[in-house]
């Protein structure tokens, strides 16, 4: 099968997109993109494919993007951006330290669990180039920077030290969420949570406040 822009993919079949504003295409375009690169993979995913998804022209969809590198590095933004936006308002809702780790754990799993296609591709991308792996860092060095701050300044430890328990909490929360979305979302999500929880709190709940009369202990 053909059309005036080229062969279409085995299977597909082109449906004219509505007429967007080019801030709504453009977002579309990155929606149905990230579809493509987590179920084929960024090597096999193909510009005809994300353009006959979307229902328009491939001159429409390199109208909004140089090529499938620009387009990949603005669907890993998006994500990326989406990821840090939540751990933060996670972090920033509560004074309450155990509260905090529970908001943030459960940003994780509720990540994996809502948007598995964004989780997928922050965290099970390949790195390729320098830009790639740059926004696959930010994404994990974000989290951590944002934990970090608060648990140095509550704790009064040094840079070192405190970073080290952000990079913790950070990767079991990561790790545990990827390990239950593969396996299959196994047990309950709010059980999954409690359990990372328990062991991340089991630790950091020992860490001495600078100011013992805040909430949280």
């Known amino acids: 099968m053909t059309s005036p822009d080229g062969p279409l993919p085995t299977g597909a079949t082109r449906v004219r997109a509505a007429r967007l504003p080019k801030g709504a295409r453009r977002r579309q375009l990155i929606d149905i993109a990230g579809t493509v ?6 090597h096999s995913a193909g510009m005809d494919d994300i353009a006959v998804l979307a229902g328009v022209s491939k001159p429409v969809l390199y109208q909004h993007f140089d090529s499938k590198r620009d387009l990949y590095l603005e669907v ?27 908001d943030a754990v459960d940003t994780f799993f509720a990540y994996a669990d809502t948007d598995t296609r964004g989780f997928r591709l922050v965290f099970s991308s390949e790195p390729g180039d320098e830009g790639v792996r740059d926004e696959l860092d930010r994404a994990t060095e974000g989290c951590i920077d944002a934990v970090h701050d608060l648990v140095r300044g509550d704790s009064g430890l040094d840079v070192h030290r405190s970073r080290l328990l952000a990079v913790g909490l950070v990767g079991a929360s990561r790790v545990s969420a990827g390990h239950w979305l593969d396996a299959g979302r196994p047990i309950p999500r709010e059980d999954a949570v409690a359990m990372t929880v328990a062991l991340c709190w089991g630790g ?14």
Not at 37 to 42: A, L, S, W
């Open 37 to 42: 690169f987590v179920d084929q993979g960024y």
């Open 76 to 102: 890993l933004r998006h994500h990326v951006d989406e990821l840090l936006g939540r751990i933060r308002t996670a972090l920033e809702s509560t004074s309450d330290n155990r509260r905090r780790v529970e």
């Open 204 to 217: 950091l709940s020992k860490i001495p406040r600078q100011n013992s009369d805040r909430p949280g202990r």
